[in-house]
């Protein structure tokens, strides 16, 4: 079965390992980033070996719901009957930036992605067979969901503690999300690719980045679950499951608990809902 993909930062690391693997194995993808540039670079790379290749690029910065709409309607016009979504764009900054009157990384990874799928979840809806797979993180130990922190960005103490926060909110929207659409065709997880070695952790202090750099392992390790996720049957029997390696694992309580999740729902419709 030929899929059609939409990967959110799919244009480096782990999405563009992705990306390969899904163009190798015949499905059509879309590349959704904030580099249009680097991103046709990309497919000029992949078209260089599989001319072939069903694969395109669109601009989306998910700090602006301008773009985020805007990519919405292109990735619905190039793939009307998108049935797989990699919910994957991140990066980790140092230092406080802000982004809709939040701090960035939740704002971009967990509030931007929530707008983009709102408009893509009824055609995925119509779906025989469809999937949402989250790139969630270990990293989601380190986070807090605390509605002051979002309304307050300056509350963070750290870069690690907000981008834990993000990491804890993409894991918590991937649990509700699967929950809320358990009695359709729509099935979601999310998945820890590990320790990897991207550009992500490039505002790391120089002696931290040195230490992290020899326990990282490659981009293509870390995309094999989301790959695993989204063309095999673990993607179709599984719902609203956590998964390092391959296999389910043990999560932050938090992360399970409903209330929570549907405040946090509620929370995300306010802020980023359409």
Known sequence: MSRKI?????????GLEMVKAFVQAGHEVVIAAR?????????????????DASIYAIALDLASFDSIDAAAVKTLALLPELDTVM?????????????FGLESMVATMHFGHFRLMQHLLPTLANA??????????????????????????????????????????NLIYARELARRVADTNIRVNAFHPGGVATGIWRELPGPIQS???????????????????????AGKT??????????????????????????LWRFSEDVAGI
Do not use: C, E
């Open 211 to 233: 230490v992290v750099d020899r326990v990282l392992i490659s981009s293509a390790k870390g995309a094999d679950t989301a790959i695993w996720l989204a063309t095999t049957d």
């Open 35 to 51: 580099d249009i540039g680097k991103s046709q670079a990309a497919i000029a790379a992949i078209k260089a070996t599989q001319a």
């Open 87 to 99: 919910v994957n764009a991140g990066s980790y900054t140092q230092g406080l930036r802000v982004a």
């Open 6 to 14: 939409l990967v959110t930062g799919g244009n480096s690391g782990i």
């Open 128 to 169: 025989n067979d469809a999937r949402v797979v989250v790139t969630s993180s270990v990293a989601h130990w380190a986070g807090t969901i605390d509605l002051d922190k979002f309304n307050n960005p300056k509350k963070y103490l750290t870069g690690f503690q907000a981008y834990g926060s993000a990491k804890l909110a």
């Open 238 to 263: 599984n719902n609203g499951q956590y998964f390092v390696r391959r296999r389910k694992a043990a999560t932050k309580a938090i992360s399970k608990h409903v209330k929570v999740a549907d405040m």
